[in-house]
């Protein structure tokens, strides 16, 4: 059983339109990571979220955490063929020394 | 450079020749971990380290082995690997703040047993 749940798994779309990636839970988290993996490398952060409620800006990504810590997303404005890669949402427990729990990624390609 | 090194990048190898992927990082990490990476089933963990000598299992762990003796280097072997062990291989390792956890990569490792 996956601890966190990415949708959609696929998003194909086109240069300049907008889209939202989710990362759902039934635990609570101290904080949920994204990273980014483009093919041949490992996974990189993009943001870290803590707080309840909280919004992070990264250019056009938009990160939030969900009110009761067990939800995030991503959202990206305008969307480039350079933002094309793996998505990975990764929640901590608490725990300094505690395993970070990893959705299943979302791939996403924007086509010129 | 603060980086996670892993060697080597590809590795194809037969059913049962015992072999190991090194891993080292250099931002003394207590936490390290390894994880495998197969299509439509995302980063499983195979094994973490929470500091020298200390090893606990992940979710995938049949299998492999792993050592801590030093913090910077954390080793997987496979004593004696069988085809589904090919996949895509990481080492990562992980550090906490107030406020901020953030999981360092390595380049990965694509290994194919025939």
């Known amino acids: 059983t996956q601890l966190l749940e990415q949708s959609p798994q696929f998003l194909s779309i086109q240069e300049g339109e907008n889209l939202t990636v989710y990362c759902n839970s039934s635990s609570v988290f101290s904080s949920l990571q994204w990273y980014r993996q483009e093919p041949g490398e490992g996974p990189v952060l993009l943001v870290t979220v803590v707080t309840g409620g909280e919004v992070k800006k990264l250019k056009r990504l938009t990160f939030q955490f969900g009110d009761a810590r067990k939800d995030s997303s991503l959202h990206i404005t305008a969307a480039q063929p350079g933002d094309t890669g793996l998505y990975l949402c990764?929640?901590?427990?608490?725990?300094?020394?505690?395993?970070?729990?990893f959705g299943r990624g979302t791939q996403l390609t924007v086509w010129p | 450079e603060a980086q996670v090194t892993q060697n080597p990048r590809y590795l194809i190898t037969v059913t049962g020749k015992k072999l190991t992927v090194t891993c080292s990082q250099n931002m003394n990490h207590e936490y390290m971990s390894w994880y495998r990476q197969d299509p439509g089933l995302g980063l499983r963990q195979i094994y973490y380290s929470m500091n020298v000598e200390v090893t606990d299992k992940g979710d995938v762990p049949e299998g492999y082995k792993v050592s801590r003796k030093e913090k910077r280097n954390f080793p997987l072997i496979l004593e004696s690997p069988s085809p589904n062990q090919t996949s895509l291989y990481f080492c990562a390792s992980k550090v906490t703040g107030v406020g901020y956890t953030e999981a360092f990569f390595g380049q990965g490792t694509r290994l194919t047993v025939v």
């Open positions: 990764a929640g901590d427990r608490g725990s300094t020394l505690g395993r970070l729990y």
